[in-house]
Nanobody, 127 residues
Framework: QVQLVESGGGLVQAGGSLRLSCAAS????????VGWFRQAPGKEREFVAG????????HYADSVKGRYTISRDNGKNTVYLQMNSLKPEDTAVYYC????????????????????WGQGTQVTVSS
């Protein structure tokens, strides 16, 4: 079993930055592919960024490319999401998700491919 805990959310003005963290426990973190998803009120959950367990494969949603950076520190069992140039439309609950089923270069944009989910952290961007 894997437990994922997000942190780092909060309220920020448009143009500002936040760094989210996803800390994992319970299973060898270095073999977990991790994705970040978000869900705004009244909208479906959407993919934001994903990273393979080796770190060699990274995906971003078009809406965050050039503004967000996903990274991981396997020694600290943590994946990060650095969010810059934030916009009001980035406001959402952000979730990290993980799965250990696939190979070192695997990463997915689909929520159904991830087995473990955190509780989410709220990010609010004011205009």
């Amino acid at each position: 079993q894997v437990q994922l805990v997000e942190s780092g959310g909060g309220l920020v003005q448009a143009g500002g930055s936040l760094r989210l963290s996803c800390a994992a426990s319970g299973r060898t973190f270095s073999r977990l592919a991790v994705g970040w998803f978000r869900q705004a009120p009244g909208k479906e959950r959407e993919f934001v960024a994903g990273i393979s367990w080796s770190g060699s494969t990274i995906h971003y949603a078009d809406s965050v490319k050039g503004r967000y950076t996903i990274s991981r520190d396997n020694g600290k069992n943590t994946v990060y999401l650095q969010m810059n140039s934030l916009k009001p439309e980035d406001t959402a609950v952000y979730y990290c998700a993980g799965t250990g089923t696939y190979g070192s270069t695997w990463s997915s944009v689909h929520a159904k491919d991830y087995a473990y989910w955190g509780q989410g952290t709220q990010v609010t961007v004011s205009s």
